[in-house]
């Protein structure tokens, strides 16, 4: 059975989102998985997607606050 390999740079992206999420989870006093399901709803997921190669030369503090930024604009906690 042949194992698939990752390139290096999903393997980055999935690294960072992973710890992305961590982080905000952290920051906003939720379990890894609540997180997940606010980043969903909101729209934070589909921006860390679409921007990870930018928050992740960013100070963490600063990627987090933005992703809030942008559910709070989709309806998140206000």
């Given amino acids: 059975m042949e194992v698939a390999k990752i390139d290096n740079d999903t393997r ?9 999420i961590t982080k905000f989870a952290d920051e906003y006093l939720m379990n890894r998985q609540e ?3 606010y980043l969903k709803k909101y ?5 860390i997607f679409d921007y990870w190669w930018t928050l992740h030369v960013d100070n963490p503090f ?7 930024d942008v ?4 309806g998140g906690w206000k």
């Fill in 12 to 20: 980055d992206k999935l690294r960072f989102i992973t710890y992305i």
């Fill in 62 to 68: 600063w990627s987090v606050r933005e992703i809030h």
């Fill in 43 to 47: 729209g934070g997921i589909k921006f």
């Fill in 35 to 37: 997180a997940y399901l």
């Fill in 71 to 74: 559910c709070y604009e989709n």
